[in-house]
Each structure stands twice: as structure tokens, then as C-alpha cells.
């Protein structure tokens, strides 16, 4: 059975999501894909919330099933709070839920993997912890 990897970051704007992406599919252009959540537009004929979302998951298992060279995709979006990865979540087990992928599934295992950029040392530091959010809050406004 083939595993592929689905990478959702859990950090806040500007702490260096999408620069880790940009190395580690520069890394393993071969098998390693990013899917960045400022590259999909919204349909504004479209009512309602949560087609980004949507197209993001769908854009991101298209990617690595739909491929034999791809096995791992990094979902490249802000996902701090855990309404967004609640949502992403929701949607990638919808996809995954769908008769004729389940079909392509038969000898794919899907496992998704939750990056959390802050590190040990800066939890335990309350100063270090503060400069952490005021470096890419301040980038940010900028």
C-alpha cells in the first residue's frame, strides 16, 4: 500500500508558512506539492462560505491522487485558530468520503499531519514566546 501525506501548518500570518513550503517543494520538486490558499479566487457568483476552503482540499488530494509522482502536499494556508482546521479537516474527509475516489483509494492510505511552528523552547520562555508574535504581527502591518 502507497501512503501519501497531506501537511496542513498550524501557525500564524507571516511566521514562514509558505517559505518552508517554497524550500521543501524546491527540495523534492518531484514528490513533494504546495497548494497555497492566496492562489484561489472566490467565484462571487457562488453564494455562500466555504468554497476557498473547498477548492483548497480539492486542489490538494487532485494533486497527490490524481499523480504517481506526488506523495506528499503541503496545504499552504492560515490555520491558527481550530475553526480552520476544523473546516479543512471537514472538507478533506468529505473528499475522501466521495464513491469514485474511494475507488482510487484502494491502495492509497491518506494520513494527515499537523505542523505546529512554535517551538518547545519558546513555550517555555514567556519573552521569547512575546517576540514570536511580535515579529510577524508587525511584518504584517507593515
Not at 72 to 94: A, F, P, T
Not at 108 to 132: A, G, H, R, S, Y
Request: aromatic share 6%.
Amino acid at each position: 500500500m502507497r501512503i501519501k501525506y497531506i501537511l496542513i501548518p498550524v501557525a500564524t500570518l507571516g511566521c514562514g508558512k509558505t517559505t518552508v513550503a517554497r524550500i521543501l517543494t524546491t527540495l523534492y520538486p518531484k514528490r513533494w506539492a504546495q497548494v497555497q490558499n492566496d492562489d484561489i479566487a472566490i467565484d462571487k457568483s457562488v453564494k455562500g462560505k466555504g468554497q476557498k476552503p473547498k477548492e483548497l482540499v480539492s486542489r490538494s488530494l487532485d494533486m497527490i491522487l490524481g499523480s504517481e509522482n506526488y506523495d506528499v502536499v503541503i496545504i499552504d494556508k492560515n490555520n491558527h485558530m481550530n475553526r480552520e482546521r476544523d473546516q479543512l479537516l471537514k472538507d478533506i474527509d468529505e473528499y475522501l468520503s466521495v464513491e469514485s475516489i474511494k475507488q482510487s483509494l484502494k491502495n492509497i492510505q491518506v494520513k494527515i499531519i499537523l505542523l505546529n511552528f512554535i517551538t518547545f523552547e519558546l513555550n517555555e520562555n514567556k519573552e521569547n514566546k512575546d517576540k514570536l508574535f511580535q515579529s510577524p504581527s508587525k511584518r504584517v502591518v507593515d
